[in-house]
């Protein structure tokens, strides 16, 4: 793993297979600040990674390279009986790729997503993962139907998200919190903040909502806005802060009136959370999530955002990602999966 919503991911799963491995982890070091790394480590009270390889920030190219070459070394000393990888990073991408390069049983965790727009680094990564993957766990009917739909039926097992099973020992940790009047941002996406006109067009028009909004800004936005001298206090509804704790986060959605993000995580936390959310992308791979309005894409039209945040909500699905107990389910199949011959 590398990037933020791995740790979150791992929180769960890692407490389960322990329960029945060895394991070890790689930190590729694709996240590097505190703010989207060790913090997670800590707050979740996760075990420090075994391996750190510090690749850092690259081109995709170089920075996925970088990180096969660095993963192979450990799995050459370490000879691990299966790589697990999370998602649809270049880490995620990074760790498969050496994992069957030399043979290793992979399993992969959110397995079949797919947005259906090549041009995203992440769609590639997911549709290169899953096509090296032993182990496929798909977090819902529509992730199962993809793979299917590739030819990929062999060990496909719908287990519900992991990301419910963070959520809910999240939720423990937060306990009861009443909603605000606010709606909480992220944006990190490159189509997003790499215009520096997009972002300020985006930024204009969450300014003249009618509630203010947060916006916990990820280093490439922050990057973005001080290499064109923008000046945020500009801004006057929108109050920028650093980029959250993974609780923190959580915190803020149960307060939020509604969620605008591009990111693939969020949209799913919002849902769980029973919280409208607005999705600057043209695409989403949690079709599911845009029954009934609960998630609303929005792309070209900004000026939607006002309306969207109005429509009627309905048909709200409790367990469209599972039962919260994904991560258990996914360690025991595993521990099943290896023990079998035909694999
Ligand atoms: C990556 C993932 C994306 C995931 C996101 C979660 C890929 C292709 N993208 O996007 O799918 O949703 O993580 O946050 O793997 N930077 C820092 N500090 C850091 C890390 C990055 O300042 O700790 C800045 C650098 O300028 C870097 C840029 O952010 O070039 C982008 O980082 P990168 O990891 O390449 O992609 P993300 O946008 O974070």
């Known amino acids: 793993m590398g990037a933020r919503p791995q740790f979150i991911k791992h929180a769960p799963v890692s407490k389960e297979l322990k329960k029945h491995f060895v394991l070890k982890t790689i930190h590729t070091g694709q996240h590097y600040d505190f703010r989207l790394s060790e913090i997670f480590f800590k707050e979740l009270n996760m075990d420090e990674p075994d391996f750190l390889l510090k690749i850092g920030s690259h081109t995709h190219g170089i920075q996925t390279g970088l990180m096969l070459m660095e993963i192979e070394k450990v799995l050459l000393i370490e000879k691990p009986k299966v790589v697990l990888v999370y998602g649809d990073t270049n880490s995620t991408l990074a760790g498969a790729i050496a994992a069957s ?3 290793i049983l992979i399993a992969h965790v959110e397995a079949g997503l797919r947005g259906f727009n090549r041009d995203l ?9 899953d096509h090296v993957s032993t182990f496929l766990f798909a977090p819902t009917k529509n992730s199962v139907q993809n793979l299917k739909n590739e030819g990929i039926v062999e060990n496909v097992f719908l ?3 992991v990301m419910l099973d963070s959520i809910l020992l999240a939720k423990k940790l937060i306990g009861n919190v009443e909603e605000g009047n606010f709606y909480l941002v ?4 490159p189509y997003n903040t790499d215009s520096i006109e997009r972002l300020i067009s985006i930024l204009d028009t969450i300014n003249e909502l009618h509630f203010p909004s947060v916006f916990p800004i990820h280093p490439r936005t922050r990057v973005k806005l001080e290499e064109n001298g923008i000046d945020i206090s500009k801004y006057f509804n929108v109050k920028f802060v650093p980029p959250t704790s993974y609780l923190e986060l959580v915190r803020l959605q149960m307060q939020a009136k509604a969620v605008i993000t591009d990111s693939g995580g969020v949209q799913k936390e919002a849902y769980i959370l029973g919280k409208r959310c607005i999705t600057l992308r043209k695409e989403t791979e949690w079709g599911e999530t845009l029954i009934g309005n609960w998630n609303y894409l929005i792309f070209n039209n900004l000026e939607m955002i006002g309306e969207a945040l109005k ?3 309905s048909h709200y699905n409790r367990g469209l990602f599972g039962d919260g107990k994904a991560s258990q389910f996914i360690a025991n199949r595993i ?3 290896i023990s079998r011959s035909d694999i």
């Open 311 to 313: 429509l009627p909500l």
């Open 101 to 103: 390069k030399l043979g």
């Open 159 to 161: 287990c519900g998200d």
């Open 121 to 129: 680094p992440e769609e590639i990564n997911r549709i290169l993962t």
């Open 186 to 189: 992220t944006l990190h996406r």
């Open 335 to 337: 521990l099943n999966g």
